[in-house]
């Protein structure tokens, strides 16, 4: 598997990564399942995956995906000694539904959670304010967090829908080594607000959150007639041509799709291998 740096952190993380929500959420699939598809993930050489407390069904399932992961990770045959998981805070989830709580208390306490669920015994290689709480600035929110990276709780930092002014100020409280905002084919906004230009500039890794449109949007890649053409031109999914588009869009680029099967695991590991020239990047640009 190619590797990238996280940043400039020194730790190196799989070009693509897994992301785990959908082993959480109500559609979930049987916990042995999502044990295997983590497995299976690791096996193919997979050293990022991303969760968050908020991948659950509800408030009373907080944290489901942070501890399935743990489980996985400790089952686990081969070395996991390299994988790093990054988890978020910052969503609630009640009856189902999304908001945002950027209450310092709330984060200082379910930080605190997500570091047991991992399992407790070493910092949480990386944690990110899931999305900014208009009820509370950036500065007051992220204070807990800097207490937990000063106590040994937290070792890297990451921020989720953020513009590039809210990672500027970010970082004047803490340093931030990654940025996730969403980026497919039919979002393409970070192109556009300058958070990739500055995620390039300033060496901050971007992980783009739905890349292959979610499970809302997933079917529709292959209506889109340029990924569709691409995808029988090489020979390989429209899933693989999407994550090889984003890869080329910048070095900066490490997808995290999600998996709740086997098989759409080893698709997106496979889209390393998938290489598109400038002139194909275009027609992808210029299709949808």
């Not at 991992?118 to 900014?132: M, R």
């Amino acid at each position: 598997m190619e590797t990238k740096q996280l940043s400039h952190t020194g730790v190196n993380i799989s070009a693509i990564g897994l992301g785990g929500m959908p082993l959480s959420l109500s559609s979930r699939p049987p916990e042995a399942q999502g044990i295997e598809v983590i497995h299976r993930a690791l096996d193919l050489g997979v050293t990022l995956i991303d969760t968050a407390d908020s991948y659950c069904q509800d408030e009373s399932d907080k944290h489901h995906n942070e501890r399935l992961i743990h489980k996985a990770l400790q089952s686990y045959g081969g070395d996991s000694s390299q994988v790093i998981v990054a988890t978020k805070g910052g969503l609630m989830r009640p009856n189902g539904s999304w908001t945002r709580n950027g209450n310092p208390e709330h984060l200082r306490e379910t930080i605190r959670i997500s570091f047991e669920a991992l399992g407790g015994s070493k910092p949480i290689d990386v944690w990110q304010y899931h999305a900014p709480d208009p009820d509370y600035t950036i500065e007051e929110a992220l204070q807990p967090v800097k207490e937990a990276v000063e106590g040994g709780m937290i070792r890297f930092v990451g921020v989720s829908n953020f513009s590039v002014e809210q990672i500027q100020r970010a970082r004047e409280v803490v340093d931030v080594v990654s940025v996730q905002n969403q980026y497919n084919p039919w979002h393409r906004q970070p192109e556009t607000d300058g958070v990739l230009d500055y995620c390039e500039a300033e060496n901050l890794t971007f992980f783009p959150w739905s890349p292959l449109g979610g499970s809302r949007r997933v079917s529709g890649l292959a209506g889109i007639s340029a990924i569709a053409q691409l995808a029988k031109e090489k020979e390989v999914s429209v899933y693989q041509i999407v994550l090889a588009w984003l890869r080329a869009k910048s070095s900066c680029i490490v997808p995290i799709p999600g998996a709740s099967k086997i098989s759409s695991i080893e698709d997106s590991v496979a889209a390393v291998e998938v290489k598109l020239s400038q002139a194909e990047v275009t027609r992808i640009d210029q299709g949808v």
